[in-house]
């Protein structure tokens, strides 16, 4: 079945520990992207890309970086720098159709910090 | 810049109640709007969308129309159930800024009782 796949589902980091998220799509999508949710604030933007070898800050990237060698590979990297990492991380892509502007979903990686 | 601003939760229903749940805007031109439901421990998945003034989006027996003139994407169900209990989102996909972002409101949670 296609679809976003992001591993792993929970996982703990110590302090000053870089940690990497990874996000898998099958659907021959160009565009994907991270996000960020914390309670009563909704989601929030890190980085996007809308094609291989490219990607853009998004609202919060201090913190995050991220990579897209590969068009079915958006993985996301928490440095020792973002000062609260503790959330919900979500990968997203989008359809090639510019005028539907829906987002397909991982089923979220959840990363407590210790 | 773009922003949403929706009801603040949680809400708690009974079971066939009618649910609204209101969504505002600020955004340049005419954006695309969108509900989006967020289940327990997954990721979001879109539940409507409308793309013009005057447009209703409706799935599940869910509604909401766009409203131009009060800037609005209120989301309604005539008859929730217990199944509805999750979290909802309002968002939007602004004319500015580059790929194809959506913008999210906080979130409101919804609880339905038997």
């Known amino acids: 079945d296609g679809g976003i796949t992001q591993s792993p589902k929970y996982l703990f980091r110590k302090e000053g520990q870089n940690v990497t998220l990874s996000c898998e799509q099958n659907l021959n999508h160009d565009a994907m992207y991270w996000y960020r949710q914390d309670p009563g604030q909704g989601l929030r933007l890190i980085y996007y890309?809308?094609?291989?070898?490219?990607?853009q800050k998004g609202d919060i990237a201090e913190g995050y970086s991220v990579s897209r060698e590969k068009k079915e590979s958006f993985p996301l990297t928490v440095t020792s720098a973002q000062k609260n990492p503790t959330a919900f991380y979500l990968c997203?892509?989008?359809?090639?159709?510019?005028?539907?502007?829906?987002?397909?979903f991982g089923e979220g990686s959840r990363l407590t910090v210790l | 810049g773009d922003s949403v601003t929706q009801m603040e939760g949680p809400v708690t229903l009974s079971e066939e109640a009618f649910l609204t749940i209101n969504c505002t805007y600020t955004?340049?031109?005419?954006?695309?709007l969108f509900w989006y439901v967020q289940y327990p421990g997954e990721g979001l998945q879109l539940l409507l969308k409308a793309t013009k003034a005057d447009d209703k989006g409706s799935n599940k027996g869910f509604e909401a129309t766009y409203r131009k003139e009060t800037t609005s994407f209120h989301l309604e169900k005539g008859s929730v159930q217990v199944s509805d209990s999750a979290v909802y989102f309002c968002a939007l996909r602004g004319l500015t800024g580059g790929g194809n972002k959506l913008t999210f409101g906080t979130g409101t949670q919804l609880k339905v009782e038997l």
């Open positions: 997203a892509s989008r359809p090639p159709d510019l005028n539907t502007g829906e987002l397909f």
């Open positions: 890309s809308q094609i291989v070898n490219d990607f």
């Open positions: 955004a340049t031109g005419y954006p695309s």
